[in-house]
């Protein structure tokens, strides 16, 4: 994954935000990015981990 920047981040904060149906103010976007940049941190570790396709976890979607 491209490392973004501080702005690139924010902005993609407010996008996922706004999926969800929130309206977040530039204060709370600033106050979460480090909280936001630990998250992505930690998915990268997991993602750095070689699981075989077994080990994967299994989601099963209702219907």
């Keep these: 994954m491209p490392t973004l920047t501080d702005a690139e981040l924010k902005q993609l904060m407010k996008q996922l935000a706004r999926v969800q149906g929130l309206d977040l103010t530039d204060e709370r976007v600033d ?31 209702k219907r």
Aim: no cysteine; glycine share 4%.
């Design 31 to 61: 106050s979460d990015l480090a909280a936001f940049k630990g998250h992505l941190a930690a998915n990268e570790k997991i993602r750095a981990v070689p699981l075989p396709l077994e080990a994967e976890p299994f989601v099963k979607l």
